[in-house]
């Protein structure tokens, strides 16, 4: 990772220039979808305006809901999107002219923005607190955020990425009613990995428009870093709840998303992937939105190495799915990055090496200049890679059980490195039928959802 002295940056910046104004955001539903867009401001000196379309379908109907939910979705869809703008100067003062916020909704944003941040903070060196970063004016003259009843079914809209994660909420789920896959911008994996699991005419695609001039402002040396994406997502998979008249959202948010990636600080790459997010993003929802829609992470409740093992008996998957980033646009697996690796790790105990390697173009355990990546994976480094991935126990544990996937052949060089330091440490100890069968307590999942990862697993009530 590459880590940035950008502080002297960052206040003269904010020196310069004042304020971030949320000034104003419109949607019209029209013959195609519904359009949403938003403007943003900088003191004068910069003007931004993302948007957004949700294309219009036979399961989706825009005036199923009322106007002031539909307002209210929009403006909240903006309160997210503003952040990825802010970010490239860090005014203090960000004004937030269509609504007013009580104590509790201005607390659930700043927190939002300031944990969401964390990483932007951290790979930039910028030593910010939740305190000082940022103050949000909301407009006093102008109504607040009120509740609404929606008529909903008892199906789901299930969120999908293209990734093992959403595969297993899809499978999971196949026989819980008329869901809805739910696609941001949509990729060849995303679009595939759905259309195998029985959605393929029954998707929500979200088209996300950013402001090019985010990218000028990049080019010529401005602030830039990771924001919460998946806060930006969980605003939108409700406005699609809403017009689609479904109560849940089926996450595939799995434990390890809680684990920080710099140990012993709050700085974590998937933060709105957390519990913690999840737990205020309900709060927020039923308290100023509305209490009929059920935001949760299916596989909350699960580890990366249990996820894995419910995957890896799925093969119809195996020449689709794809979580590499490096490689998203290609709809490629790079083989180069730390998401590949550990992917290729977290699925070794489950599919044999030779399926593997078919499947990501080789061994990614064998190579040499992996091992950086695999240092901070097994936490033999001292931080994480700020990517997607699981806890270092859950590495650890992985490379342990794969090491019997080799039976009489050579290990591969990291592997068998790996088992040369540490098997008497960490593998002889290991209960992996344990690891297998363990639920997590931490979690919002519904009893008649949790029933169907027990039976999964076949874990006796």
């Known amino acids: 990772m590459s880590l940035e002295n950008n502080i002297e940056k960052y206040n003269e910046l904010r020196k310069k220039y004042k304020s971030f104004t949320y000034n104003t955001y419109e949607y019209k539903i029209k013959e195609d979808g519904l359009y949403m867009e938003f403007d943003f401001e900088i003191d004068g000196f910069i003007t931004f305006n993302p948007s957004l379309l949700i294309p219009n379908n036979i399961f989706v109907d825009f005036t199923r809901v009322s106007t002031s939910f539909l307002s209210q979705m929009v403006f909240n869809i903006g309160m997210v999107e503003l952040i990825s703008y802010w970010k490239a100067i860090c005014p203090k003062e960000v004004n937030i002219l269509p609504y007013n916020f009580d104590k509790e909704q201005l607390e659930f944003w700043k927190k939002i923005y300031f944990n969401g941040l ?19 004016f909301p407009n006093k003259e102008v109504r607040f955020l009120k509740p609404e009843t929606i008529d909903v079914d008892s199906a789901c809209i299930i969120p999908v990425g293209g990734g093992k994660d959403s595969v297993v909420s899809l499978e999971l789920l ?38 090019t001039k985010l990218l000028d402002l990049n080019a010529k040396g401005f602030l830039n870093g990771h924001t919460p994406f998946s806060a930006l997502l969980a605003f939108i998979s409700v406005l699609a709840a809403g017009i689609a008249g479904k109560e849940y959202i089926a996450l595939s948010n799995e434990a390890s998303a809680n684990e ?3 140990p012993g600080t709050n700085v974590n790459h998937q933060y709105s992937k957390s519990l913690e ?116 126990d859950e590495v650890n544990a992985a490379l342990c059980m ?8 050579p290990l591969p060089l990291l592997l068998n490195d790996f088992a040369k330091k540490y098997k008497v440490e960490k593998c002889d100890i290991l209960d992996s039928e344990a690891l297998l069968k363990t639920i997590e307590k931490e979690h919002f999942v519904e009893e008649e959802f949790l029933k169907l990862i027990k039976d999964q697993l076949h874990i006796d009530e």
């Open 174 to 211: 196949k026989e819980h009613g008329e869901n809805l896959a739910l696609i941001m911008n949509p990729r060849r994996a995303s679009k595939a990995t759905a259309d195998i699991g029985g959605l393929d005419k029954r998707t929500i695609v979200v088209k996300r428009f950013l402001d």
């Open 118 to 136: 964390g990483e932007f903070f951290y790979l930039n060196g910028i030593n910010a607190t939740q305190e000082d970063f940022m103050t949000i």
């Open 402 to 409: 794969s090491i019997k996937m080799y039976k009489d052949d």
């Open 260 to 262: 920080p990636t710099i």
């Open 277 to 392: 997010f999840e737990r205020d993003f309900r709060s927020y929802i039923e308290k100023s939105i509305t209490p009929d829609i059920k935001y949760f992470s299916l596989l909350r409740p699960l580890s990366e190495l249990q996820i894995a093992s419910i995957f890896a008996k799925n093969k119809k998957y195996f020449t689709e799915f794809r979580s590499c980033n490096v490689g998203s646009k290609e709809n490629i697996w790079c083989g180069e990055c730390s998401k590949c690796l550990f992917t290729f790790i977290i699925l070794s105990p489950f599919i044999k090496p030779e399926i593997l390697e078919d499947i990501f173009g080789g061994n990614l355990l064998n190579i040499e200049s992996h091992r950086q990546y695999f240092e901070e994976l097994a936490g033999i480094a001292s931080e994480k890679p700020f990517e997607c991935v699981g806890t270092i």
